[in-house]
């Protein structure tokens, strides 16, 4: 016997006597069943919230290292440039020290780069670090080396 409950998982019922479809057994209906395997009992509504996305420090640690990859950046070369940030931020790639850089030519331009602090400072030249990592922005006055990777 196949029964549809009208008030709602029985409520107000006997349910002794009602089958459930998929599970053969005495008590509920299959759109009621409890059952996890019971393919009645799960929602065919596709979800529309997004699932949040998880990532652990490895996979960050993963993507950094792909990007600097990327960029031709690989052990040695790394670590004799020591410390980059990487700053969604940055408009250009930004280093205080020319000495790291090669083909350095002074820099044409006008524009200057504002700091944090909402002031400006010059850049006075623009190199290359590797042949994919060039035009790179040099100003004496940085305190850090920057990756830009937003703009």
Not at 71 to 87: E, H, K
Request: charged share 15%; net charge positive; glycine share 8%.
């Amino acid at each position: 016997m196949v029964a549809f409950a009208a008030q709602g998982k029985g409520k107000g019922r006997d349910m002794n006597n009602i089958q459930c479809y998929s599970r053969k057994e005495y008590g509920h209906i299959a759109a009621n069943c409890g059952k996890k395997f019971c393919n009645y009992s799960i929602s065919t509504t596709p979800s529309t919230a997004a699932e949040p996305v998880v990532l652990t420090p490895e996979m960050v640690q993963q993507m950094i290292v792909s990007a600097f990859f990327a960029l031709g950046l690989q052990g040695n070369d790394i670590a004799s440039s020591q410390f980059w940030l990487v700053d969604s931020a940055a408009s250009n790639h930004m280093t205080n020290l020319s000495s790291m850089l090669k083909n350095v030519r002074k820099y044409q331009g006008s524009t200057e780069i504002q700091i944090a602090n909402g002031s400006n400072i010059p850049i006075t030249k623009v190199g290359d670090f590797t042949p994919s990592f060039k035009n790179i922005f040099v100003s004496p006055k940085l305190s850090t080396k920057l990756i830009s990777v937003g703009a």
